[in-house]
């Protein structure tokens, strides 16, 4: 196979990849068995154990899709529940003083980070809220804790590069 065939081949796999996270929960049902979710999604971004014991497994479209997907697993390894954490409410719940695996526990895997000269770190998130695109940065001081977090619609869709407005 010619090296141009292989790289098609890998671009269209991508694509067809992220495809399928972005229609995860018609996909992925409760009741469906972890190996029929990784044969229909791929492998997890992330997947570990929940406070109350659930296992659990990661699937985003990060960082130029809008959607984290958790799906959780009853004891006999089946689905129980496919969720969206890139919510309004679980945004909300983001608060000064938690520690980087909460935040991480509760709006999902981001694929955007920065490190700063002070110390500090952030990460970022793109979510749809009621149509519009928006970011969510948590800014993180040295000790893995959030100092402070924002939101602000995505210059990348609402900006332009001759200073916006329409011509």
Known sequence: MS????????IVALALGGCAVDRLPALVTPGASAIDVES????????GVLPN?????DYTLQPMGYHNYRVTFASDERVQAVQ???TNQNIARVEPGMPRAQVLDIVGTSRHSEQYANGTTSLSWRYEDSGVIK???VIFEASDR???SYSEWDP???SKKDGGGHK
């Open 3 to 10: 090296a141009t065939r292989t790289i098609t081949s890998f």
């Open 40 to 47: 229909r999604m791929g492998k997890p971004i992330a997947q």
């Open 53 to 57: 014991g659930e296992k659990y497994w």
């Open 84 to 86: 969206e954490l890139l």
């Open 135 to 137: 970011l969510l940065h």
């Open 146 to 148: 959030v100092l402070w």
């Open 156 to 158: 990348r869709v609402y």
